[in-house]
């Protein structure tokens, strides 16, 4: 079925309905919404500005519309969402994305770009929420994009309804960084996840329309009589997401549907929120203590190889993102040097690898994490140890 079919038997999203989507976000003084003029984004502007109507009182709401200068009618769909947002009561940006465009990579590229764009524009409006039109056949594609990938447990537990947003200029938003906030407040919890994040980071994501089908906002669209714009890059084959949307109808046939892929994301975000309180237990325990800021962070080898095996590879991968200068771990990357420490550990012999910036060895019984040597300092230590090899094989050879 495609979504103009869904969307003729869908019903419209009632004003009781989008009053529970937004009611944790009253008392925020701002909201800036993501809004490009597709039918989602459209839906959320519109739904949002009555909700806010409805209210005696409430966050201002800013619209932001993004123009990555790669189509163009991008310019146009701008100025149209911002007829819409002047007649609905709403501010609204637009933001371009200037300077020359990757030749691979693009759509990757241009969603940072985007991010970073919109979370620049929420600072300077002082608004702590940016809340884009994510929907359940969102999630749905994303956890089969990340699927086929080969993601680990975090990525298949999906899009959580908040999470920080990882593009906040530092200046702006104070606190810790959002990359380290804790995995398992991002999840459904007992406490609310959006204020467990904000205090981690002072801006956060909310993609309150999750839980939403595409068809039900486009009847809401049709039924306030509203037009949304159509991206023709959405079914561009040139693109993984698009060419993976083409297989949803038939994943749906067999049972497949986007109720179905959230219900697995909220299962494995459970089993992950579980993984992740083991692992904070675990590095307490073996850790002895709060760990130091770049390191050495040193853990008892018996201990450490009587841990499960996601748990240790969680450990190993928190250390190496703790003291390491390289960016994030690489999962496969994490995985490999895990089970190569492993079978180091069993019976016990030395080990010594880097990755991302970090240096794991394992000796006299204990596993130290540690800021890795500097690239030329690495190359000259391997260089000399070569040429010491070489000298011992001569001398041997004169025997």
């Not at 940016?130 to 680990?152: K, M, W, Y």
């Not at 990882?166 to 407040?185: Q, S, T």
């Not at 240790?312 to 490999?336: C, N, Q, S, T, Y």
């Not at 500097?374 to 001398?395: C, E, L, W």
């Amino acid at each position: 079925m495609s979504t103009a079919e869904a969307a003729a038997g869908a019903t419209a999203v009632s004003d009781a309905e989008a009053d529970l989507l937004f009611a944790d976000l009253i008392d925020q003084p701002a909201l800036v919404l993501a809004v490009s003029g597709g039918p989602d984004s459209t839906a959320l502007l519109w739904l949002a500005a009555a909700w806010r109507k409805r209210r005696r009182r409430g966050p201002k709401l800013i619209a932001v519309t993004v123009d990555h200068g790669l189509r163009l009618e991008a310019r146009r769909e701008a100025a149209a969402v911002k007829r819409l947002a002047r007649r609905l009561g709403v501010a609204h940006r637009t933001l371009r994305w200037t300077g020359r465009k990757p030749a691979s990579g693009l759509q990757h590229k241009a969603r940072e770009a985007r991010y970073r764009l919109i979370a620049a524009a929420a600072a300077r409006a002082g608004a702590t929420c940016v809340l884009t039109a994510h929907t359940i056949d969102d999630q749905a594609e994303t956890i089969l994009f990340r699927l086929a990938r080969g993601s680990g447990l975090v990525g298949l537990a999906g899009m959580a309804r908040v999470r920080p947003l990882a593009h906040v200029p530092p200046k702006a938003c104070p606190g810790p960084d959002p990359e380290r906030a804790p995995l398992h407040r991002q999840g459904r919890g007992p406490r609310n996840p959006r204020q467990d994040v904000m205090a981690a980071t002072g801006v956060v994501l909310v993609r309150p329309l999750l839980d939403l089908a595409k068809a039900r906002l486009i009847a809401t669209l049709r039924a306030a009589g509203v037009a949304a714009a159509d991206d023709p890059s959405n079914r561009d084959p040139r693109f993984a997401r698009a060419r993976l949307r083409t297989l949803m109808p038939a994943l749906v046939r067999e049972g497949l549907d986007a109720r179905a892929f959230a219900r697995l994301a909220r299962r494995v975000r459970r089993a992950d929120a579980a993984i992740e309180f083991a692992v904070a237990a675990a590095a307490s325990a073996l850790g002895g203590g709060p760990w130091p800021e770049r390191g050495p962070i040193v853990f008892p080898a018996q201990d450490f190889a009587g841990l499960p095996a996601e748990v240790a590879l969680r450990l190993v991968g928190r250390a190496i993102a703790r003291v390491g200068d390289e960016g994030p771990v690489e999962l496969g990357k994490l995985e490999a040097l895990v089970d190569a420490l492993a079978t180091a550990l069993a019976p016990p012999v030395r080990f010594r690898r880097t990755l991302a910036g970090a240096l794991v060895t394992l000796g006299g019984g204990r596993i130290v994490i540690e800021r890795a040597p500097p690239r030329r300092a690495r190359a000259a230590i391997r260089a000399s140890r070569s040429g010491h090899a070489d000298k011992k094989a001569r001398i041997g050879g004169q025997r």
